[in-house]
Protein backbone atom coordinates (compact mmCIF):
# COMPACT_ATOMS: atom_id res chain seq x y z
CA UNK A 1 0.00 0.00 0.00
CA UNK A 2 1.14 3.82 -0.91
CA UNK A 3 1.78 5.69 2.41
CA UNK A 4 0.69 8.84 2.45
CA UNK A 5 1.97 12.10 4.49
CA UNK A 6 -0.01 14.55 5.82
CA UNK A 7 0.59 18.28 6.72
CA UNK A 8 -1.87 20.96 7.91
CA UNK A 9 -0.70 24.06 6.21
CA UNK A 10 -0.18 27.19 9.05
CA UNK A 11 -1.54 30.04 6.32
CA UNK A 12 -1.12 30.24 2.51
CA UNK A 13 2.44 30.67 1.96
CA UNK A 14 3.31 27.64 3.73
CA UNK A 15 0.07 25.84 1.54
CA UNK A 16 1.32 26.75 -1.49
CA UNK A 17 5.35 25.84 -0.59
CA UNK A 18 3.76 22.42 0.54
CA UNK A 19 1.58 22.25 -2.08
CA UNK A 20 4.09 22.45 -5.09
CA UNK A 21 5.80 19.49 -3.75
CA UNK A 22 5.43 16.17 -6.30
CA UNK A 23 2.24 14.10 -5.43
CA UNK A 24 1.27 16.62 -3.17
CA UNK A 25 -2.80 17.60 -3.37
CA UNK A 26 -4.64 19.94 -1.64
CA UNK A 27 -7.33 18.60 0.71
CA UNK A 28 -10.36 20.80 2.36
CA UNK A 29 -13.63 19.08 2.60
CA UNK A 30 -12.38 15.66 1.68
CA UNK A 31 -15.77 14.86 -0.26
CA UNK A 32 -14.45 13.96 -3.61
CA UNK A 33 -10.18 13.95 -3.40
CA UNK A 34 -11.29 10.43 -0.76
CA UNK A 35 -13.73 9.35 -2.78
CA UNK A 36 -11.42 9.02 -5.59
CA UNK A 37 -8.62 7.87 -2.98
CA UNK A 38 -10.56 4.82 -1.81
CA UNK A 39 -11.54 3.53 -5.29
CA UNK A 40 -7.83 3.94 -6.75
CA UNK A 41 -8.38 7.02 -9.15
CA UNK A 42 -6.27 9.72 -7.16
CA UNK A 43 -3.01 8.84 -5.69
CA UNK A 44 -1.80 11.27 -3.81
CA UNK A 45 1.66 10.98 -2.29
CA UNK A 46 1.24 14.04 0.19
CA UNK A 47 -1.90 15.46 1.34
CA UNK A 48 -1.73 19.32 2.22
CA UNK A 49 -4.99 20.13 4.70
CA UNK A 50 -5.99 23.39 4.01
CA UNK A 51 -8.88 23.61 5.73
CA UNK A 52 -7.85 25.48 8.84
CA UNK A 53 -6.43 28.44 6.68
CA UNK A 54 -8.56 31.38 7.09
CA UNK A 55 -10.43 31.84 4.22
CA UNK A 56 -13.72 30.91 4.97
CA UNK A 57 -15.16 34.57 5.24
CA UNK A 58 -18.00 35.42 3.11
CA UNK A 59 -17.63 39.18 3.15
CA UNK A 60 -19.29 42.68 1.13
CA UNK A 61 -16.96 44.30 -1.36
CA UNK A 62 -16.76 48.19 -1.97
CA UNK A 63 -19.47 48.94 -5.07
CA UNK A 64 -21.74 46.06 -3.89
CA UNK A 65 -20.14 42.74 -5.00
CA UNK A 66 -19.08 39.47 -2.66
CA UNK A 67 -16.04 37.60 -2.01
CA UNK A 68 -16.67 34.27 -0.46
CA UNK A 69 -13.69 32.26 0.63
CA UNK A 70 -12.63 29.28 -0.78
CA UNK A 71 -12.84 27.27 2.51
CA UNK A 72 -16.23 28.27 2.65
CA UNK A 73 -18.61 25.62 3.30
CA UNK A 74 -21.10 24.69 0.69
CA UNK A 75 -24.14 25.13 3.46
CA UNK A 76 -22.60 28.73 4.39
CA UNK A 77 -22.57 30.23 1.08
CA UNK A 78 -25.94 28.60 0.13
CA UNK A 79 -27.13 30.18 3.84
CA UNK A 80 -25.51 33.53 3.69
CA UNK A 81 -28.05 36.74 4.17
CA UNK A 82 -26.34 38.70 1.10
CA UNK A 83 -26.32 35.20 -1.35
CA UNK A 84 -29.58 34.67 -0.59
CA UNK A 85 -30.89 37.94 -0.78
CA UNK A 86 -28.80 39.50 -4.15
CA UNK A 87 -27.70 36.36 -5.43
CA UNK A 88 -30.26 33.86 -5.04
CA UNK A 89 -29.13 31.48 -8.05
CA UNK A 90 -26.18 30.74 -6.40
CA UNK A 91 -28.25 29.92 -3.22
CA UNK A 92 -30.37 27.86 -5.02
CA UNK A 93 -27.93 26.11 -6.91
CA UNK A 94 -25.88 24.70 -3.79
CA UNK A 95 -28.93 23.55 -2.39
CA UNK A 96 -29.60 21.67 -5.31
CA UNK A 97 -25.96 19.99 -4.69
CA UNK A 98 -25.48 16.72 -2.58
CA UNK A 99 -26.83 16.20 0.83
CA UNK A 100 -27.07 18.09 3.60
CA UNK A 101 -24.39 16.17 4.96
CA UNK A 102 -21.89 16.51 1.93
CA UNK A 103 -22.61 20.44 1.97
CA UNK A 104 -21.53 20.71 5.58
CA UNK A 105 -18.47 19.63 4.41
CA UNK A 106 -17.78 20.35 0.96
CA UNK A 107 -16.27 23.63 0.24
CA UNK A 108 -16.60 26.45 -2.24
CA UNK A 109 -13.09 25.89 -3.76
CA UNK A 110 -13.16 21.80 -3.68
CA UNK A 111 -16.75 22.12 -5.49
CA UNK A 112 -15.01 24.38 -8.59
CA UNK A 113 -12.47 21.29 -8.86
CA UNK A 114 -14.76 18.15 -8.10
CA UNK A 115 -13.98 15.49 -11.12
CA UNK A 116 -16.80 14.28 -13.55
CA UNK A 117 -18.63 11.12 -11.84
CA UNK A 118 -18.44 9.32 -15.89
CA UNK A 119 -18.82 5.58 -14.70
CA UNK A 120 -15.93 4.76 -16.85
CA UNK A 121 -13.46 7.13 -15.02
CA UNK A 122 -14.95 6.47 -10.94
CA UNK A 123 -14.84 2.85 -11.57
CA UNK A 124 -11.04 1.55 -12.30
CA UNK A 125 -11.97 -2.10 -13.58
CA UNK A 126 -12.73 0.05 -16.91
CA UNK A 127 -9.34 -0.16 -18.58
CA UNK A 128 -10.08 2.78 -21.44
CA UNK A 129 -10.47 5.98 -19.88
CA UNK A 130 -8.51 8.90 -21.52
CA UNK A 131 -8.86 11.04 -18.24
CA UNK A 132 -7.97 8.66 -15.90
CA UNK A 133 -5.06 7.23 -18.03
CA UNK A 134 -4.40 9.59 -21.00
CA UNK A 135 -3.78 7.71 -24.43
CA UNK A 136 -5.60 4.47 -23.10
CA UNK A 137 -9.00 5.21 -25.14
CA UNK A 138 -12.51 5.90 -23.67
CA UNK A 139 -15.10 3.49 -22.65
CA UNK A 140 -18.19 5.91 -22.29
CA UNK A 141 -18.32 6.71 -26.23
CA UNK A 142 -19.30 3.34 -27.34
CA UNK A 143 -20.88 2.18 -24.07
CA UNK A 144 -23.43 3.40 -21.58
CA UNK A 145 -23.50 7.08 -22.54
CA UNK A 146 -26.67 8.26 -21.30
CA UNK A 147 -25.12 11.23 -18.97
CA UNK A 148 -22.54 12.36 -20.76
CA UNK A 149 -22.23 15.18 -23.02
CA UNK A 150 -23.94 16.66 -25.56
CA UNK A 151 -21.71 19.69 -26.37
CA UNK A 152 -18.10 20.63 -26.84
CA UNK A 153 -17.03 16.96 -26.54
CA UNK A 154 -14.29 15.36 -28.19
CA UNK A 155 -13.03 11.95 -29.32
CA UNK A 156 -10.63 11.95 -26.43
CA UNK A 157 -13.23 12.45 -23.66
CA UNK A 158 -17.78 13.10 -23.40
CA UNK A 159 -17.92 13.75 -20.18
CA UNK A 160 -19.46 16.01 -18.15
CA UNK A 161 -19.01 18.41 -15.21
CA UNK A 162 -20.84 17.49 -12.28
CA UNK A 163 -21.09 21.12 -10.00
CA UNK A 164 -24.42 23.05 -9.92
CA UNK A 165 -22.52 25.71 -8.13
CA UNK A 166 -20.40 26.35 -10.96
CA UNK A 167 -23.04 26.80 -13.60
CA UNK A 168 -24.84 29.57 -11.37
CA UNK A 169 -21.11 31.48 -10.81
CA UNK A 170 -20.97 31.46 -14.44
CA UNK A 171 -24.67 32.85 -14.55
CA UNK A 172 -23.10 35.49 -12.01
CA UNK A 173 -19.88 36.49 -14.15
CA UNK A 174 -17.85 35.55 -11.02
CA UNK A 175 -14.26 34.97 -10.79
CA UNK A 176 -11.67 32.58 -9.25
CA UNK A 177 -8.95 33.98 -6.94
CA UNK A 178 -5.98 31.89 -7.14
CA UNK A 179 -2.64 31.83 -5.60
CA UNK A 180 0.42 29.67 -6.61
CA UNK A 181 3.64 29.63 -6.52
CA UNK A 182 4.26 32.17 -9.30
CA UNK A 183 1.72 34.87 -7.67
CA UNK A 184 -1.76 35.51 -7.20
CA UNK A 185 -3.97 35.52 -10.54
CA UNK A 186 -7.60 35.98 -11.52
CA UNK A 187 -9.85 33.72 -14.05
CA UNK A 188 -13.83 34.29 -14.90
CA UNK A 189 -15.10 31.09 -13.89
CA UNK A 190 -16.50 30.81 -17.68
CA UNK A 191 -13.20 30.04 -18.12
CA UNK A 192 -11.60 27.87 -15.50
CA UNK A 193 -12.93 24.98 -16.47
CA UNK A 194 -11.91 23.56 -20.13
CA UNK A 195 -13.08 21.33 -22.61
CA UNK A 196 -11.42 18.27 -22.97
CA UNK A 197 -10.13 18.43 -26.67
CA UNK A 198 -7.15 16.09 -26.52
CA UNK A 199 -6.03 16.75 -22.88
CA UNK A 200 -8.90 15.11 -20.79
CA UNK A 201 -6.32 14.76 -17.93
CA UNK A 202 -6.96 18.51 -17.18
CA UNK A 203 -10.39 19.63 -15.78
CA UNK A 204 -9.36 23.13 -14.89
CA UNK A 205 -6.81 25.76 -16.26
CA UNK A 206 -5.44 25.45 -12.33
CA UNK A 207 -1.95 25.14 -12.52
CA UNK A 208 0.40 22.95 -10.09
CA UNK A 209 0.70 23.96 -6.48
CA UNK A 210 -1.79 26.94 -7.49
CA UNK A 211 -4.70 27.13 -4.51
CA UNK A 212 -8.13 28.57 -5.26
CA UNK A 213 -8.54 31.27 -2.25
CA UNK A 214 -12.15 33.03 -3.22
CA UNK A 215 -14.86 33.09 -5.79
CA UNK A 216 -15.75 36.90 -6.17
CA UNK A 217 -18.89 37.97 -7.28
CA UNK A 218 -19.88 41.36 -8.59
CA UNK A 219 -22.11 44.17 -8.04
CA UNK A 220 -25.63 41.97 -8.76
CA UNK A 221 -27.29 42.52 -11.94
CA UNK A 222 -29.56 39.58 -11.78
CA UNK A 223 -30.67 39.36 -7.82
CA UNK A 224 -34.81 40.37 -9.26
CA UNK A 225 -34.97 37.76 -12.12
CA UNK A 226 -33.32 34.48 -12.11
CA UNK A 227 -34.17 30.85 -11.52
CA UNK A 228 -31.91 27.34 -11.37
CA UNK A 229 -33.46 24.28 -12.65
CA UNK A 230 -32.16 20.90 -12.12
CA UNK A 231 -33.66 17.64 -13.88
CA UNK A 232 -32.45 14.38 -12.39
CA UNK A 233 -33.13 10.90 -12.53
CA UNK A 234 -34.59 11.42 -8.62
CA UNK A 235 -35.51 14.30 -6.42
CA UNK A 236 -32.33 14.67 -4.49
CA UNK A 237 -28.73 13.50 -3.59
CA UNK A 238 -28.56 13.17 -7.63
CA UNK A 239 -26.17 14.79 -10.45
CA UNK A 240 -28.27 17.04 -13.35
CA UNK A 241 -28.90 15.46 -16.47
CA UNK A 242 -29.61 18.73 -17.27
CA UNK A 243 -29.77 21.74 -15.34
CA UNK A 244 -30.27 25.54 -16.34
CA UNK A 245 -29.24 28.58 -15.13
CA UNK A 246 -31.30 31.49 -16.31
CA UNK A 247 -31.12 34.96 -15.27
CA UNK A 248 -32.72 37.98 -16.85
CA UNK A 249 -32.95 41.96 -16.36
CA UNK A 250 -35.75 43.24 -18.00
CA UNK A 251 -36.46 47.34 -19.51
CA UNK A 252 -40.17 46.97 -19.02
CA UNK A 253 -41.47 43.59 -20.48
CA UNK A 254 -38.33 43.32 -22.86
CA UNK A 255 -35.66 41.53 -22.04
CA UNK A 256 -32.11 44.16 -21.59
CA UNK A 257 -29.65 41.25 -20.76
CA UNK A 258 -29.67 37.34 -20.08
CA UNK A 259 -27.11 34.99 -18.81
CA UNK A 260 -27.99 31.29 -19.85
CA UNK A 261 -25.71 28.81 -18.60
CA UNK A 262 -26.49 24.31 -19.09
CA UNK A 263 -24.95 22.04 -16.61
CA UNK A 264 -24.72 18.43 -17.37
CA UNK A 265 -24.19 18.46 -20.93
CA UNK A 266 -20.34 19.60 -21.54
CA UNK A 267 -17.26 19.43 -19.98
CA UNK A 268 -17.98 22.65 -18.51
CA UNK A 269 -20.96 24.85 -17.48
CA UNK A 270 -21.93 25.88 -20.99
CA UNK A 271 -22.75 29.28 -21.19
CA UNK A 272 -25.25 29.73 -24.26
CA UNK A 273 -24.68 32.99 -25.53
CA UNK A 274 -26.74 32.37 -28.89
CA UNK A 275 -29.80 31.65 -26.70
CA UNK A 276 -29.14 35.04 -24.71
CA UNK A 277 -29.17 36.93 -27.81
CA UNK A 278 -32.10 35.39 -29.06
CA UNK A 279 -33.79 37.25 -25.83
CA UNK A 280 -32.51 41.11 -25.98
CA UNK A 281 -35.27 43.28 -26.95
CA UNK A 282 -37.83 40.80 -26.87
CA UNK A 283 -40.51 40.01 -24.47
CA UNK A 284 -40.84 36.37 -23.00
CA UNK A 285 -43.69 35.20 -24.98
CA UNK A 286 -44.15 31.44 -25.76
CA UNK A 287 -41.80 31.29 -29.41
CA UNK A 288 -39.32 33.47 -27.81
CA UNK A 289 -38.78 30.81 -25.08
CA UNK A 290 -38.90 28.33 -27.79
CA UNK A 291 -36.06 30.02 -30.10
CA UNK A 292 -33.81 30.22 -26.98
CA UNK A 293 -34.30 26.92 -26.18
CA UNK A 294 -33.52 25.35 -29.68
CA UNK A 295 -30.76 28.15 -30.24
CA UNK A 296 -29.13 26.89 -26.59
CA UNK A 297 -28.47 23.13 -27.88
CA UNK A 298 -27.37 24.23 -31.61
CA UNK A 299 -24.41 22.22 -32.38
CA UNK A 300 -25.33 19.46 -29.94
CA UNK A 301 -24.06 16.14 -30.93
CA UNK A 302 -25.56 13.35 -28.83
CA UNK A 303 -24.34 10.04 -28.39
CA UNK A 304 -26.47 6.79 -28.52
CA UNK A 305 -27.73 6.50 -25.39
CA UNK A 306 -28.50 10.52 -24.86
CA UNK A 307 -30.59 11.81 -27.55
CA UNK A 308 -33.08 12.42 -25.38
CA UNK A 309 -30.68 15.59 -23.51
CA UNK A 310 -31.47 17.66 -26.60
CA UNK A 311 -34.83 18.21 -26.02
CA UNK A 312 -34.67 18.17 -22.78
CA UNK A 313 -32.32 20.76 -22.50
CA UNK A 314 -34.13 23.15 -25.10
CA UNK A 315 -37.64 22.82 -22.52
CA UNK A 316 -35.50 23.32 -19.68
CA UNK A 317 -33.98 26.56 -20.80
CA UNK A 318 -37.87 27.76 -21.98
CA UNK A 319 -39.18 26.77 -18.31
CA UNK A 320 -35.92 28.18 -16.38
CA UNK A 321 -36.63 31.31 -18.34
CA UNK A 322 -40.50 31.02 -17.89
CA UNK A 323 -39.67 30.94 -13.87
CA UNK A 324 -36.63 33.41 -14.00
CA UNK A 325 -39.43 36.15 -15.50
CA UNK A 326 -42.01 35.38 -13.69
CA UNK A 327 -40.33 36.33 -10.33
CA UNK A 328 -39.89 39.79 -9.12
FE1 LIG B 1 -12.92 8.70 -19.37
FE2 LIG B 1 -13.98 10.91 -20.40
FE3 LIG B 1 -14.31 8.62 -21.65
FE4 LIG B 1 -15.51 9.01 -19.30
S1 LIG B 1 -15.93 10.11 -21.17
S2 LIG B 1 -14.41 7.16 -20.01
S3 LIG B 1 -14.03 10.33 -18.27
S4 LIG B 1 -12.35 9.65 -21.28
Known amino acids: ?58 DE ?27 RLLSEALLNGASTQLRNMATVGGNLLQRTRCYYFTDPTFAHCNKRDPGSGCDAIDGHNRIHAILGASPQCIA ?6 SVALVALDAIVHLQGPDGARQVPVADFHRLPEDQPQFDTVIQPGELIVAVELPAPKFSKHSHYLKVRDRAS ?38 AENVLRGQALTDEVLAKAGEAAVAGARPYQHNAFKV ?6 VARALQQAGGQS
Not at 75 to 83: F, G, I, K, R, W
Not at 160 to 165: A, E, K, Q
Not at 237 to 265: C, H, M, P
Open 237 to 274: YAFALVSVAAAIEFDGDKVRDARIVLGGVAHKPWRAIE
Open 61 to 87: LPGGGLRIGAMASNTAAANHPLVRQRY
Open 311 to 316: ELAQRA
Open 1 to 58: MQSISYERASDVNHAIELGRQPGAKFIGGGTNLLDLYKSGIEKPVRLVDVSRLPLSAI
Open 160 to 165: TNPSDM
